[in-house]
Protein backbone atom coordinates (compact mmCIF):
# COMPACT_ATOMS: atom_id res chain seq x y z
CA UNK A 1 0.00 0.00 0.00
CA UNK A 2 1.68 3.01 -1.19
CA UNK A 3 0.90 6.32 1.79
CA UNK A 4 2.20 9.56 0.75
CA UNK A 5 5.14 9.04 3.90
CA UNK A 6 6.46 6.20 1.16
CA UNK A 7 7.49 9.02 -0.79
CA UNK A 8 9.90 10.35 1.42
CA UNK A 9 11.93 8.42 4.34
CA UNK A 10 8.58 5.99 5.23
CA UNK A 11 9.83 2.83 4.91
CA UNK A 12 7.02 0.91 7.08
CA UNK A 13 4.70 -0.85 4.23
CA UNK A 14 1.42 -2.05 4.59
CA UNK A 15 0.41 -5.11 2.28
CA UNK A 16 -2.97 -6.11 0.99
CA UNK A 17 -4.27 -8.94 -0.83
CA UNK A 18 -7.31 -7.44 -2.13
CA UNK A 19 -8.47 -7.86 -5.28
CA UNK A 20 -9.18 -3.98 -7.09
CA UNK A 21 -9.56 -2.41 -10.43
CA UNK A 22 -6.73 -1.76 -12.50
CA UNK A 23 -7.11 1.80 -11.61
CA UNK A 24 -6.03 1.26 -7.83
CA UNK A 25 -2.81 -0.05 -8.99
CA UNK A 26 0.18 2.25 -9.89
CA UNK A 27 3.71 0.68 -11.54
CA UNK A 28 7.08 2.01 -11.85
CA UNK A 29 6.88 5.04 -14.42
CA UNK A 30 3.73 6.20 -13.03
CA UNK A 31 2.58 9.87 -12.46
CA UNK A 32 1.15 10.57 -9.01
CA UNK A 33 -0.43 13.16 -7.12
CA UNK A 34 -0.19 13.31 -3.39
CA UNK A 35 -2.86 15.94 -2.29
CA UNK A 36 -2.61 15.55 1.29
CA UNK A 37 0.25 16.60 3.50
CA UNK A 38 2.83 16.85 0.93
CA UNK A 39 1.42 18.30 -1.74
CA UNK A 40 2.71 17.88 -5.59
CA UNK A 41 3.47 15.58 -8.42
CA UNK A 42 5.97 12.29 -8.34
CA UNK A 43 6.76 9.79 -10.23
CA UNK A 44 7.07 6.50 -8.89
CA UNK A 45 9.87 4.53 -9.37
CA UNK A 46 8.91 1.59 -6.80
CA UNK A 47 7.04 -1.50 -7.14
CA UNK A 48 3.47 -2.56 -8.39
CA UNK A 49 1.66 -0.67 -5.53
CA UNK A 50 -1.96 -0.35 -4.29
CA UNK A 51 -2.43 3.63 -3.66
CA UNK A 52 -3.71 5.19 -1.05
CA UNK A 53 -7.00 7.32 -1.26
CA UNK A 54 -4.58 10.68 -0.60
CA UNK A 55 -2.71 10.07 -4.03
CA UNK A 56 -4.55 10.64 -7.02
CA UNK A 57 -2.39 8.98 -10.75
CA UNK A 58 -2.47 10.85 -13.43
CA UNK A 59 -2.87 9.41 -17.24
CA UNK A 60 -1.97 12.37 -19.53
CA UNK A 61 -3.92 11.96 -22.95
CA UNK A 62 -1.70 11.72 -26.39
CA UNK A 63 -1.76 15.56 -26.65
CA UNK A 64 0.77 16.00 -23.47
CA UNK A 65 4.21 14.59 -22.55
CA UNK A 66 3.91 12.76 -19.48
CA UNK A 67 7.00 14.72 -18.18
CA UNK A 68 5.96 18.05 -19.78
CA UNK A 69 2.86 16.86 -17.21
CA UNK A 70 4.88 16.48 -14.11
CA UNK A 71 7.00 19.85 -14.45
CA UNK A 72 4.02 21.61 -14.86
CA UNK A 73 2.26 20.54 -12.00
CA UNK A 74 5.57 20.89 -10.07
CA UNK A 75 5.50 24.43 -10.86
CA UNK A 76 1.46 25.15 -10.28
CA UNK A 77 1.78 23.20 -6.58
CA UNK A 78 4.71 25.51 -6.06
CA UNK A 79 2.86 28.44 -7.07
CA UNK A 80 -0.71 26.72 -4.75
CA UNK A 81 1.65 26.67 -1.73
CA UNK A 82 2.68 30.74 -2.25
CA UNK A 83 -0.93 31.36 -2.73
CA UNK A 84 -0.76 31.31 1.24
CA UNK A 85 -3.38 29.16 1.65
CA UNK A 86 -1.82 26.80 3.67
CA UNK A 87 -2.70 23.97 0.23
CA UNK A 88 -6.31 24.03 1.93
CA UNK A 89 -8.36 21.64 0.72
CA UNK A 90 -10.58 23.50 -1.27
CA UNK A 91 -7.51 23.94 -3.62
CA UNK A 92 -6.56 20.08 -3.20
CA UNK A 93 -10.39 18.34 -4.25
CA UNK A 94 -9.94 16.67 -7.88
CA UNK A 95 -12.51 18.83 -9.40
CA UNK A 96 -10.88 21.77 -8.13
CA UNK A 97 -7.10 20.40 -9.38
CA UNK A 98 -9.04 19.30 -12.67
CA UNK A 99 -10.08 22.95 -13.40
CA UNK A 100 -6.55 24.57 -13.27
CA UNK A 101 -5.45 25.87 -16.15
CA UNK A 102 -2.25 25.62 -17.98
CA UNK A 103 -0.50 26.54 -21.29
CA UNK A 104 -0.11 23.26 -23.82
CA UNK A 105 2.05 23.91 -26.88
CA UNK A 106 2.21 21.34 -29.51
CA UNK A 107 4.14 18.04 -28.53
CA UNK A 108 7.02 18.09 -30.12
CA UNK A 109 7.69 21.62 -28.09
CA UNK A 110 7.05 20.28 -24.92
CA UNK A 111 9.71 17.46 -25.71
CA UNK A 112 12.03 20.25 -25.88
CA UNK A 113 11.15 21.86 -23.06
CA UNK A 114 11.55 18.41 -21.05
CA UNK A 115 14.69 18.22 -22.74
CA UNK A 116 16.22 21.58 -21.43
CA UNK A 117 14.45 21.12 -17.90
CA UNK A 118 16.01 17.45 -17.90
CA UNK A 119 19.47 18.33 -18.97
CA UNK A 120 19.63 21.21 -16.19
CA UNK A 121 18.50 18.70 -13.58
CA UNK A 122 21.39 16.50 -14.38
CA UNK A 123 23.54 19.33 -13.43
CA UNK A 124 21.77 19.40 -10.17
CA UNK A 125 21.59 15.79 -9.48
CA UNK A 126 25.39 15.82 -9.83
CA UNK A 127 25.94 19.11 -7.65
CA UNK A 128 24.07 17.50 -4.97
CA UNK A 129 25.94 14.03 -5.65
CA UNK A 130 29.53 15.83 -4.41
CA UNK A 131 27.31 17.85 -1.49
CA UNK A 132 26.04 13.96 -0.36
CA UNK A 133 29.14 12.51 -1.02
CA UNK A 134 32.21 14.52 -0.02
CA UNK A 135 34.31 13.99 2.98
CA UNK A 136 37.24 15.70 4.20
CA UNK A 137 40.04 12.81 4.56
CA UNK A 138 43.30 13.04 6.48
CA UNK A 139 45.61 10.10 4.92
CA UNK A 140 47.01 9.36 8.53
CA UNK A 141 50.91 8.17 7.99
CA UNK A 142 52.47 5.45 9.78
CA UNK A 143 55.71 7.51 10.63
CA UNK A 144 53.11 10.35 12.45
CA UNK A 145 52.92 10.07 15.86
CA UNK A 146 49.84 9.73 18.00
CA UNK A 147 49.45 11.85 20.80
CA UNK A 148 46.54 12.29 23.61
CA UNK A 149 44.87 15.55 22.70
CA UNK A 150 44.99 16.46 26.21
CA UNK A 151 48.80 16.49 25.76
CA UNK A 152 48.67 18.72 23.37
CA UNK A 153 46.10 21.25 24.07
CA UNK A 154 44.16 22.76 26.69
CA UNK A 155 40.40 21.10 26.90
CA UNK A 156 38.30 23.41 28.97
CA UNK A 157 34.32 22.92 29.52
CA UNK A 158 32.67 26.27 29.84
CA UNK A 159 30.12 27.92 31.86
CA UNK A 160 26.94 25.70 33.69
CA UNK A 161 24.50 28.32 33.06
CA UNK A 162 21.73 29.75 35.51
CA UNK A 163 19.85 32.09 34.81
CA UNK A 164 18.63 32.27 38.74
CA UNK A 165 21.71 32.13 40.07
CA UNK A 166 23.84 34.09 37.79
CA UNK A 167 22.71 37.61 38.49
CA UNK A 168 26.17 40.17 38.55
CA UNK A 169 28.48 40.70 36.31
CA UNK A 170 29.05 41.29 32.70
CA UNK A 171 26.09 40.41 30.32
CA UNK A 172 28.09 39.15 27.10
CA UNK A 173 27.24 36.69 24.44
CA UNK A 174 27.54 32.92 24.41
CA UNK A 175 28.00 30.07 21.94
CA UNK A 176 25.75 26.98 22.66
CA UNK A 177 25.69 23.38 21.48
CA UNK A 178 23.48 24.91 18.36
CA UNK A 179 25.91 27.39 17.73
CA UNK A 180 28.78 25.35 16.79
CA UNK A 181 27.70 23.69 12.71
CA UNK A 182 30.33 21.48 11.25
CA UNK A 183 33.20 23.73 10.51
CA UNK A 184 31.33 26.85 11.65
CA UNK A 185 29.92 28.72 14.09
CA UNK A 186 26.59 30.37 14.01
CA UNK A 187 26.61 33.88 15.57
CA UNK A 188 22.95 34.98 14.60
CA UNK A 189 20.96 35.36 17.59
CA UNK A 190 23.21 34.63 20.43
CA UNK A 191 21.96 34.78 23.89
CA UNK A 192 23.38 36.44 26.95
CA UNK A 193 24.68 35.80 29.89
CA UNK A 194 26.24 37.52 33.29
CA UNK A 195 30.38 36.56 33.17
CA UNK A 196 31.94 38.26 36.56
CA UNK A 197 35.22 39.57 36.15
CA UNK A 198 37.38 35.55 36.92
CA UNK A 199 34.90 34.25 34.33
CA UNK A 200 36.17 36.52 31.51
CA UNK A 201 39.45 34.92 30.67
CA UNK A 202 38.34 31.29 32.12
CA UNK A 203 35.20 31.08 29.70
CA UNK A 204 36.67 33.15 26.83
CA UNK A 205 37.91 32.55 23.61
CA UNK A 206 40.41 33.58 21.14
CA UNK A 207 41.02 33.33 17.38
CA UNK A 208 42.24 29.70 16.60
CA UNK A 209 40.23 28.35 19.72
CA UNK A 210 38.01 25.13 18.57
CA UNK A 211 34.90 24.26 20.12
CA UNK A 212 33.37 20.88 20.09
CA UNK A 213 29.96 19.82 21.25
CA UNK A 214 30.04 18.01 23.68
CA UNK A 215 26.52 16.18 23.79
CA UNK A 216 23.66 16.23 21.10
CA UNK A 217 26.06 15.46 18.04
CA UNK A 218 28.77 14.51 20.11
CA UNK A 219 32.14 16.03 18.30
CA UNK A 220 30.69 18.47 15.97
CA UNK A 221 32.91 20.87 16.09
CA UNK A 222 34.26 24.70 14.01
CA UNK A 223 37.34 26.81 14.73
CA UNK A 224 36.59 29.72 16.38
CA UNK A 225 37.60 33.14 14.02
CA UNK A 226 37.49 35.83 16.88
CA UNK A 227 35.35 38.31 14.96
CA UNK A 228 33.57 38.66 18.47
CA UNK A 229 36.00 39.29 20.85
CA UNK A 230 33.77 39.03 23.87
CA UNK A 231 32.32 35.84 22.90
CA UNK A 232 32.15 32.96 25.68
CA UNK A 233 31.18 29.53 26.02
CA UNK A 234 28.46 27.23 27.47
CA UNK A 235 29.33 23.86 29.68
CA UNK A 236 27.79 22.00 26.93
CA UNK A 237 31.06 23.00 24.50
CA UNK A 238 34.88 21.62 24.93
CA UNK A 239 36.98 24.87 24.32
CA UNK A 240 40.21 23.11 22.76
CA UNK A 241 42.90 25.49 22.65
CA UNK A 242 46.27 23.72 21.58
CA UNK A 243 49.64 24.61 23.66
CA UNK A 244 52.46 23.33 20.66
CA UNK A 245 52.05 24.59 16.90
CA UNK A 246 49.27 23.15 15.24
CA UNK A 247 46.78 23.72 13.10
CA UNK A 248 43.09 24.11 14.67
CA UNK A 249 41.37 22.62 11.21
CA UNK A 250 43.10 19.10 11.58
CA UNK A 251 40.72 18.62 14.46
CA UNK A 252 37.92 19.75 12.90
CA UNK A 253 38.27 17.56 9.87
CA UNK A 254 39.44 14.55 11.90
CA UNK A 255 36.42 14.78 14.44
CA UNK A 256 34.44 14.60 11.44
CA UNK A 257 36.02 11.71 9.84
CA UNK A 258 35.37 10.12 12.97
CA UNK A 259 31.84 10.76 13.23
CA UNK A 260 30.90 10.09 9.64
CA UNK A 261 32.71 6.37 10.08
CA UNK A 262 31.50 5.57 13.48
CA UNK A 263 34.66 5.48 14.51
CA UNK A 264 34.07 7.98 17.19
CA UNK A 265 31.27 6.29 18.92
CA UNK A 266 33.89 4.15 20.91
CA UNK A 267 34.59 7.28 23.10
CA UNK A 268 31.19 8.07 23.89
CA UNK A 269 29.95 8.05 26.78
CA UNK A 270 25.88 6.98 27.86
CA UNK A 271 23.75 4.49 26.19
CA UNK A 272 20.39 6.40 25.06
CA UNK A 273 21.83 9.60 24.94
CA UNK A 274 25.68 10.16 23.83
CA UNK A 275 28.55 12.18 25.15
CA UNK A 276 32.23 13.16 24.52
CA UNK A 277 33.20 13.56 28.28
CA UNK A 278 36.01 16.04 29.02
CA UNK A 279 38.53 12.28 30.43
CA UNK A 280 37.62 10.56 27.02
CA UNK A 281 38.26 13.89 24.69
CA UNK A 282 41.71 13.99 26.40
CA UNK A 283 42.79 10.67 25.72
CA UNK A 284 41.47 11.07 22.10
CA UNK A 285 44.76 10.16 19.75
CA UNK A 286 45.84 12.90 17.28
CA UNK A 287 47.89 12.60 15.08
CA UNK A 288 51.29 14.82 14.89
CA UNK A 289 53.21 15.81 11.66
CA UNK A 290 55.11 18.07 11.57
CA UNK A 291 53.67 21.53 11.47
CA UNK A 292 54.86 21.82 7.63
CA UNK A 293 52.71 18.82 6.54
CA UNK A 294 49.90 20.20 8.65
CA UNK A 295 49.79 23.15 6.98
CA UNK A 296 49.76 21.30 3.14
CA UNK A 297 46.54 18.96 4.84
CA UNK A 298 44.95 21.53 5.30
CA UNK A 299 45.45 23.57 2.23
CA UNK A 300 44.49 20.61 0.05
CA UNK A 301 41.03 19.76 2.40
CA UNK A 302 40.48 23.75 1.82
CA UNK A 303 40.90 23.89 -1.79
CA UNK A 304 38.68 20.97 -1.97
CA UNK A 305 36.02 22.59 -0.02
CA UNK A 306 35.95 25.14 -1.96
CA UNK A 307 35.39 22.97 -5.12
CA UNK A 308 32.33 21.49 -3.06
CA UNK A 309 30.83 25.20 -1.97
CA UNK A 310 31.25 25.91 -5.92
CA UNK A 311 28.79 22.91 -6.41
CA UNK A 312 25.85 24.76 -3.86
CA UNK A 313 25.84 27.71 -6.35
CA UNK A 314 25.86 25.52 -9.31
CA UNK A 315 22.53 23.89 -8.15
CA UNK A 316 21.11 27.23 -7.19
CA UNK A 317 21.96 28.82 -10.84
CA UNK A 318 20.17 25.59 -12.60
CA UNK A 319 17.23 25.30 -10.15
CA UNK A 320 16.71 29.46 -11.45
CA UNK A 321 17.38 28.10 -15.26
CA UNK A 322 14.84 25.70 -14.28
CA UNK A 323 12.52 28.21 -13.07
CA UNK A 324 12.95 30.52 -16.00
CA UNK A 325 11.69 28.18 -18.38
CA UNK A 326 8.80 27.13 -16.57
CA UNK A 327 7.97 31.01 -16.30
CA UNK A 328 8.51 31.14 -20.27
CA UNK A 329 6.13 29.05 -21.03
CA UNK A 330 3.70 30.26 -18.32
CA UNK A 331 4.07 33.61 -20.58
CA UNK A 332 5.70 35.53 -16.98
CA UNK A 333 8.74 36.51 -18.17
CA UNK A 334 10.00 39.32 -21.19
CA UNK A 335 10.86 36.17 -23.95
CA UNK A 336 8.08 35.26 -25.93
CA UNK A 337 6.64 32.12 -25.22
CA UNK A 338 7.92 28.85 -27.12
CA UNK A 339 4.57 28.93 -29.06
CA UNK A 340 2.75 32.21 -28.93
CA UNK A 341 -0.77 30.68 -30.34
CA UNK A 342 -0.25 27.50 -27.80
CA UNK A 343 -3.22 26.18 -26.20
CA UNK A 344 -4.32 26.71 -22.72
CA UNK A 345 -6.43 24.22 -21.42
CA UNK A 346 -7.45 22.92 -17.97
CA UNK A 347 -5.96 19.80 -16.92
CA UNK A 348 -9.23 17.39 -16.82
CA UNK A 349 -8.91 18.65 -20.65
CA UNK A 350 -5.44 16.45 -20.60
CA UNK A 351 -5.49 14.07 -18.54
CA UNK A 352 -7.19 11.23 -16.55
CA UNK A 353 -6.90 11.20 -13.11
CA UNK A 354 -8.09 8.42 -10.58
CA UNK A 355 -8.24 8.40 -6.76
CA UNK A 356 -6.56 6.09 -4.60
Not at 54 to 63: C, G, N, R, S, Y
Not at 205 to 219: F, H, M, S, W, Y
Request: hydrophobic share 40%; glycine share 8%.
Amino acid sequence: MLRVGNFFSNRGWYYSNLELEPDKYCNPGDLLFAWSASFGPRIWDGPRAIYHYHIWKVEPTEAIDKMFLFHLLAADSEKIKSEGNGIAMVHATKGGMEQRKFPLPPLEVQKEIVAEIEGYQKVINGARAVLDHYRPHIPIHPDWPMVPLGDIADVKLGKMLDQVKHQKGEVLPYARNVSVRWGTIDTHDLPEMYFEEDELERFGLRAGDVLVCEGGEPGRAAVWDGRIPSLKYQKALHRVRFKVPFEPSILVYLLQEMALSGSLIGWLSGTTIKHLTLESFNKLPIPFPPLATQQVIVAEIEAEQALVAANRELITRFEKKTQATLARIWGEDEKPSPDSEMAVVTIAEAVDASAG
